[in-house]
């Protein structure tokens, strides 16, 4: 697939997502785009928002306290299929958002005739005030589906006042493309040192024979390291055993002053990094090893120090040519059990930043045993055969590379039987549960410190996985997203994620936590009664979080106050004034841990539906006449008899259980039931 075939798919199935989800076209590009600048690890979780303006305009944000960095995103268009940006387009677009912070941090933005007030940016800019003197790097980031030269983007420099470095970055189709084939194998990780590089790095082999791996010492220089970073960023830590840390300052203070203060004792303090390969090339010179080339390279360990020296190259206080690496490279011999070799080095060897148990989250068996139902759980389909299924995301980036991978036939089959709007992820899953919980604080304060949460609740509850624990995520996905096309339909101007969690919360409180999902599941929709008190809740919810906000015992800040257990706890008062769901929407009945039975169960139940009335009458006839079975028995035979004629069928599995343990006893003192 080249580059224009690429660039029509991409932008169908932007089209398309705009369509499903009655979203803007503009904004489903814009994070299209932005998720493969996530899978590159340049980012961390951006937000779209739309303003503009006539000199200041933005499509999305993203503030990364741990990392320093704020990131301010603008979609600047192509006229025509990978179109030429032109140079003045570019910086014309990088102004845009330039202007939109300096406004931002001057209170000025909706100044003007043509600045039409939005809370939603409101909000946003009261975010930007707030980093001011928090912030490292303001990275201002072009998006286009069109083409653009690499000489248009600027060197990075300091601000005005000296306090942070602004870096200007482009994201365009060919960069895009390039990242699409990198995770698609087409591109693989192969450092050719003295071509690309200008360097060979002299190296000591262990002599041991080892069978599985052959085992080397390195130096590599700091500026040759960030460079090989910058141009493929994530792919070199996918092996990496933690989802990728970004250049998170705070952690990496001391590499930082290390870099800034002594460069040249750079090597005696750092531990260095432990990387992989499937190959390696050598030359000898003087009795003297030198790597030439690596293949398929990963920094197993360490990628905290690479980020942080990629992080510093713009920085005019460290001075790289001064900075040294120890590296240990491992190349894997044994490729039957090349994966299992390389996560015992990643986990034993040591690294600058501890791991936590989170790290390895990815891997848990919680998490593992999701990913098998979503593969093997079809959607219902009414009378029809099913044809797709919910696509569980259990690592990061796992929808794309298993994409990249089809080609044809295979690759159109792939998105019939996993919809790209049947994607959830983890983050996605903390979410919903934390917001049906009744906890829509903990949602409010993020993706990343829910899902922390999360990870420490599912290590503590141990919940039993099974294909109607994944039923009941995805109808909690379902109903959030259907609560979602509610609220935006609104058109509030701001505050829709917040709006989201605290509906889905209150929902919870008037369901007891005990709404019918299967219903969800079965018909993949939410029942019209749901929606009716959504809309109810929604100018409940509103007035509640704004007009709450702004009084005097609270934050002025909505984002602020709705991360509050008391932002929470009042609403839940107000919930107290509305009425309840009745009985007919609620889950009949669930497993102790809330989940919908299990195909077993279910089985249990129709199998005593499939007695017909005439054989409860006929069984509790029987035993009457002869005295068998004890009178409660032969009473419920006979209720069961009138219920089913009234074709209703058992209110629990409890019932249904009864009702056949009556059976089994009957059978065994001699009923026989007529034909």
């Known amino acids: 697939m080249n580059i224009k075939e690429f660039a029509q798919e991409f932008l169908d199935n932007a089209k398309m997502s705009a369509e499903l989800n009655g979203t803007d076209f503009d904004e489903e590009l814009s994070n299209s785009i932005i998720e493969y600048i996530v899978d590159n690890g340049e980012v961390n979780a951006p937000q779209i928002c739309t303003f503009k303006k006539t000199r200041a305009r933005i499509s999305a944000y993203d503030y990364n306290d741990e990392a320093e960095s704020l990131d301010l995103f603008y979609l600047e268009k192509a006229d025509s299929l990978v179109g030429k940006i032109n140079n003045n387009r570019v910086q014309t677009g990088f102004n845009y958002l330039y202007r939109f912070y300096q406004e931002a941090m001057a209170g000025t933005l909706f100044k003007g005739s043509d600045a039409e007030l ?30 653009t030269d690499p000489s248009a983007i600027p060197a990075a420099v300091e601000s005005d006042d000296g306090d942070f470095i602004i870096e200007w970055n482009v994201w365009d189709m060919q960069r895009v493309y390039q990242q699409h084939n990198i995770r698609a194998g087409k591109e693989k990780v192969e450092i050719d040192f003295p071509t690309s590089y200008n360097t060979e790095l002299q190296c000591l082999k262990m002599n041991e ?6 085992a080397y010492l390195a130096i590599i220089p700091g500026k040759t390291l960030a460079k090989i970073y910058k141009q493929y960023q994530q792919v070199l830590l996918e092996k990496n055993v933690r989802t990728f840390l970004q250049f998170k300052g705070k952690v990496n203070k001391e590499i930082r002053k290390t870099l800034r203060e002594k460069p040249d ?20 010179e003087d009795g003297m090893q030198y790597i030439t080339r690596l293949f398929d390279w990963q920094i197993v360990n360490g990628g905290q120090t690479t980020a942080s020296i990629a992080a510093s190259i713009t920085d005019r206080e460290v001075d790289l040519s001064k900075v040294y690496v120890p590296m240990k490279i491992s190349v894997i011999r044994d490729k039957d059990h090349e994966e299992e070799i390389i996560k015992a080095i990643s986990t034993s060897a040591n690294s600058q930043t501890a791991i936590r148990n989170s790290d390895f989250s990815a891997n848990e068996p919680y998490l593992v045993d999701l990913e098998k139902f979503s593969r093997s759980e079809w ?20 929808y794309l590379d298993q994409l990249a991978q089809l080609s044809g036939f295979n690759e159109k089959s792939f998105k019939i039987e996993y919809p790209k709007n049947q994607k959830i992820t983890k983050t996605d899953i903390a979410k919903y549960e934390a917001a049906w919980g009744q906890r829509p604080y903990d949602v409010c304060r993020g993706a990343e410190r829910n899902y922390i949460s999360f990870v420490a609740d599912i290590k503590r509850e141990n919940p039993l996985i099974t294909a109607s624990y994944f039923k009941r995520i995805i109808a909690e996905c379902i109903l959030f997203r259907t ?25 919870s409180v008037l369901s007891d936590r005990n709404l019918d999902m299967s219903y969800i599941w079965e018909n993949q929709r939410v029942q019209q009664e749901v929606v009716d008190k959504i809309e109810e809740l929604v100018p409940i919810v509103w007035v509640h979080l704004t007009e709450s906000a702004s009084g005097t015992s609270q934050s002025s800040n909505v984002g602020e106050w709705s991360k509050r257990n008391d932002c929470w706890n009042r609403l839940k008062l107000k919930l107290g004034d509305i009425d309840k769901f009745d009985d007919e929407y609620l889950q009949k009945e669930t497993n102790e841990d809330g989940s919908f039975l299990n195909e077993t169960q279910q089985s249990r139940i129709k199998e005593a539906e499939d007695y017909s009335p005439q054989f409860w009458f006929s069984l509790a006839n029987w035993a009457k006449t002869r005295d068998l079975l004890t009178p409660i028995d032969r009473k419920a035979a006979f209720n069961f008899g009138t219920m089913r004629s009234r074709n209703k069928g058992f209110v629990s599995l409890k019932q249904a259980l009864y009702a056949l343990k009556i059976v089994k006893n009957a059978k065994e003192l001699g009923f026989v039931a007529e034909d």
Not at 125 to 145: E, P
């Open 118 to 147: 939005n809370d939603e940016i409101e909000e946003v800019a009261k975010l930007i005030q707030s980093t001011k003197g928090n912030i490292s790097q303001l990275r201002i980031f072009l998006l286009t589906d069109g083409l």
């Open 209 to 214: 024979q080892n069978p599985f791996v052959d």
């Open 265 to 284: 004792m750079f090597f005696s303090f750092n531990n260095g990094i432990s990387t992989t390969a499937s190959q390696i090339e050598l030359r000898e």
């Open 379 to 398: 959607v219902p389909n009414g009378n029809h055969k099913p044809i797709c299924k919910w696509y569980f995301e259990r690592t990061r980036g796992q």
């Open 483 to 507: 609560i979602d096309s509610v609220v935006r339909s609104k058109n509030l101007g701001g505050y829709k994620a917040n709006m989201n969690a605290y509906i889905m919360s209150a929902l």
